[in-house]
């Protein structure tokens, strides 16, 4: 079971600095949208904390003795990702290694010294793996086709061969809420089954734990959170620059789902945690015939 630090309860873990509201006299507009923008940031903070521990408790994403390799893209969620972490390195009581790890695909005009100084200011430990998937990508997938799974075979493949190598005993990847609801429906459309990314898993070949610390966080929240904190984002130049991708197809329907219907979103995200197999078809699952 997971313990906080005994000399910090649940709020001091969780809360930041909250400003107090205060009459504003006459040329002080300007001050509002500032005390709207912290409310906001200190919110996204302490959900994002809090999000992220539900999750490491609910799966026990986390241990003592762990070494966890932090995979950094460059983007907000893995940069969100490897902040919380470190907080709770520091604040939790669970005694665990980082290491942050970047995968250079050698994508032409990639900042290749963006993330190095960035980690060794941060005081991380940290290794950079330079291996050219971006050309056999280029060379494999036809000029406006997906390259998105064949890029994530290579990324996998190289990051597994890394864990084993640093002695890592948890993998961890940036997806977030957003991207696990999106994957659902990806899954069913396209492939005829009801799946998704799961916070915690076993690689096929049973050598590698790979963890989703921020499965619980909305992407809204962390947008705020990682424009408060700067962090130096890397744009990636393969599938962020895909605008016809499924994802993006799927991720314009959900928010024009919540539009109309508020609250549909955490609705699906919580039915994903409330599976009733005997309610389904899957002879698999529940074996109808001996009923």
């Known amino acids: 079971m997971l313990e906080k630090k005994k000399s910090i309860n649940s709020e001091q873990m969780f809360k930041t600095t909250v400003e107090t509201e205060e009459g504003l006299s006459d040329g002080q507009e300007s001050n509002v949208s500032e005390k709207e923008h912290r409310k906001l940031v200190n919110r996204a903070t302490k959900h994002l904390r809090r999000d992220v521990w539900a999750a490491m408790e609910t799966y026990q994403l986390i241990e003592n003795g762990d070494r966890v390799m932090v995979c950094l893209s460059g983007g907000k969620d893995s940069y969100t990702m490897l902040d919380v972490l470190l907080h709770f390195q520091k604040e939790s009581d669970i005694k665990f290694d980082i290491v942050a790890i970047n995968l250079d695909q050698k994508q032409p005009g990639f900042p290749e010294e963006i993330l190095p100084n960035y980690l060794t200011d941060l005081g991380v430990e940290f290794k950079i793996l330079e291996k050219d998937t971006y050309s056999i990508v280029r060379e494999k997938i ?92 890397i744009p990636c130049t393969l599938c962020g620059s895909q605008e016809n991708l499924m994802r993006k197809k799927v991720k314009r329907m959900i928010a ?36």
């Open 256 to 291: 024009q789902w919540e539009k109309e219907f508020p609250g549909r979103s955490s609705s699906i995200f919580n039915a994903l945690k409330n599976i009733n197999p005997t309610h389904l078809l899957d002879t698999d699952l529940f074996d109808f015939k001996n009923i």
């Open 142 to 233: 036809e000029l406006g086709k997906t390259m998105c799974s064949l890029c994530s075979r290579l990324r996998r493949g190289n990051l597994y061969t890394l864990a084993e190598e640093l002695g890592a005993t948890k993998i961890a990847l940036g997806h977030h809420r957003d991207d696990i609801i999106e994957t659902f429906f990806m899954n069913l459309f396209n492939g005829a089954k009801v799946e998704t990314m799961p916070a915690k898993y076993r690689t096929d070949d049973g050598k590698h734990v790979v963890i989703r610390p921020l499965a619980f966080c909305k992407e809204s929240e962390i947008e705020v959170y990682a424009e408060e904190k700067k962090f130096p984002i």
